[in-house]
């Protein structure tokens, strides 16, 4: 059995450091909402406990965890924020709509990642039943949006580090092509 907290990453102190100099997208689901709003929670508290204001923080709403695609690639197109967290919620029923809406979330958030040139992160639960969704929402099992909001901060981290990293490419003046 999964204990409490036992995958969550640990952010190392670079990464807290300069967590203030970033700003997050957080696009969460209505669908489940009891569950959603914990992971938004989760999610919000990690990323200030790191150091992000409030501000820098723009939260929200889509639909259901199908149109968490397209909240996502609003908040890449529109602001500009350093990652977005995709926070969701579906529940296995009796009828395969689980499994295509689950697959439709996770092909689209990896697109989203191979468009954009920022960190998309996962934090959907697909679960079986309400209880594991509430297990993993502030439950016996952590909190899902918590462990979202640490990869995203790690992710910016990086992304930020390997930009710093390439070679000035400015344009040359025009007395530099004569």
């Not at 957080?26 to 669908?31: G, L, N, R, S």
């Not at 929402?137 to 710093?164: C, F, V, Y």
Request: one cysteine or more.
């Amino acid at each position: 059995m999964v204990t409490r907290k036992k995958n969550l990453p640990d952010p190392d102190a670079s990464t807290l450091a300069m967590a203030g100099d970033f700003s997050f997208g957080i696009v969460v689901a209505e669908w489940n909402r009891d569950i959603t709003a914990s992971l938004l929670e989760g999610a919000h508290n990690a990323l200030t406990r790191a150091g992000v204001k409030p501000e820098q923080i723009i939260v929200k709403w889509v639909p259901g965890s199908f149109e968490l695609t397209a909240g996502a690639r609003y908040l890449a197109e529109y602001t500009g924020v350093d990652a977005v967290i995709c926070l969701g919620c579906v529940i296995q029923g009796e009828t395969p709509h689980f499994t295509y809406i689950c697959q439709g979330i996770s092909y689209g958030i990896t697109e989203l990642n191979l468009l954009f040139d920022l960190p998309i992160v996962f934090g959907v639960l697909t679960t079986l039943n309400l209880e594991q969704a509430r297990e993993r929402a502030g439950g016996k099992l952590g909190n899902k949006g918590e462990e979202a909001a640490i990869t995203a901060l790690r992710m910016a981290q990086l992304h930020r580090e390997l930009e710093e990293q390439l070679p000035d490419t400015e344009e040359p003046d025009e007395e530099e092509l004569l």
